[in-house]
């Protein structure tokens, strides 16, 4: 890249990095005219035209909340389009996160003041996604820590807070709250916006089992176990013990369908059952149950069982 390239190519960055995409393509086209070989000045155009035609569709969305979700898939469409070019420029990649999702945060910190406590403690996670994002684990954690506080024990606002606890070396916390969040709805949670190497290794080890989408994770949570990764146990309280019981009961007589997907049942099965031997074990209820539940995941899946045992 020439010299002069260079220079320029870093003052479109800048404006990158403080939400002005505009700006940036003014001097990215000229340079491409000029440095027509360079990779980085196509990326980093090619950047700002993306983000030029998101806010103009942005824009043109009235509903509010439409609005808030948009930016969310709108950069996991940019990054399923990064995934396909033959070249990333890394630094471009990362003014455009900084630009993009101080963008999406002016907007979200707009609707922290929202009445429907569902709708507030929405913005409230948004916002403290968006500051993850700009690697502001701290107003992160308050963020998503006030989300909880308005509506709590949502999956992907305890996964998201978990995250930001790993991310800040909390490990232990950040395994408490992702095993809550796999437990509660697993479905419901965003891979694409986890980054810590704490779960990042515990979703490449169970893709490396051959699981990907809802199955993906799903099993998520049983590896993490299995691994050792999810080790930290809870006592839960006797209407806790009561809905678990009664989910495996209703479980274990889906299984019994032939039409069941028992690709799905298997791990919901599985995350259930290691949670209640954690609470055998915390509670000191006997060897008996612990035993019982043993049998049933022996029967269940026979390499889950022996994985389980070592």
């Given at each position: 890249m020439k010299t002069q390239t260079e220079i320029r190519l870093r003052e479109a960055l800048s404006y990158i990095e403080n939400a002005d995409p505009q700006q940036a393509s003014q001097i990215t086209s000229r340079l491409f005219v000029d440095d027509i070989e360079s990779e980085e000045v196509f990326f980093t155009n090619q950047c700002c035209s993306f983000w030029i035609n998101t806010k103009k569709q942005l824009e043109s969305t009235t509903d509010l909340y439409e609005k808030g979700d948009r930016f969310?898939?709108?950069?996991?469409?940019?990054?399923?389009?990064?995934?396909?070019?033959?070249?990333?420029?890394?630094?471009?990649?990362?003014a455009f996160q900084k630009g993009y999702f101080s963008d999406a945060l002016t907007f979200f910190q707009g609707r922290l003041e929202d009445k429907e406590p569902r709708q507030r403690a929405e913005s409230y996670r948004k916002a403290g996604l968006c500051y993850k994002m700009l690697g502001n684990f701290e107003n992160a954690k308050m963020c998503l820590t006030s989300a909880n506080n308005i509506y709590p024990n949502i999956a992907p606002v305890l996964a998201e807070l978990a995250d930001c606890y790993a991310l800040c070396g909390e490990s232990k916390f950040g395994k408490v709250l992702f095993r809550e969040a796999f437990f509660i709805n697993p479905e419901t949670i965003d891979l694409d916006f986890l980054e810590s190497e704490l779960i990042e290794c515990l979703v490449k080890k169970t893709k490396e089992k051959g699981y990907s989408n809802k199955y993906l994770l799903h099993w998520i949570p049983v590896y993490g176990v299995l691994s050792g990764v999810l080790n930290i146990k809870r006592e839960l309280n006797a209407q806790e013990v009561g809905r678990l019981k009664q989910a495996i009961y209703a479980m274990?007589?889906?299984?019994?369908?032939?039409?069941?997907?028992?690709?799905?049942?298997?791990?919901?099965?599985?995350?259930h059952y290691f949670r209640l031997i954690d609470h055998f074990i915390i509670t000191n209820e006997g060897d008996n149950r612990i035993n019982e539940i043993l049998i049933r995941i022996k029967i269940l899946d026979t390499s889950i069982y022996e994985m389980y045992k070592k």
């Open positions: 969310f898939s709108e950069w996991k469409s940019f990054l399923s389009w990064c995934n396909v070019q033959s070249y990333i420029y890394k630094e471009a990649l990362y274990e007589n889906d299984l019994k369908d032939p039409s069941c997907d028992k690709e799905l049942l298997t791990p919901k099965l599985l995350n």
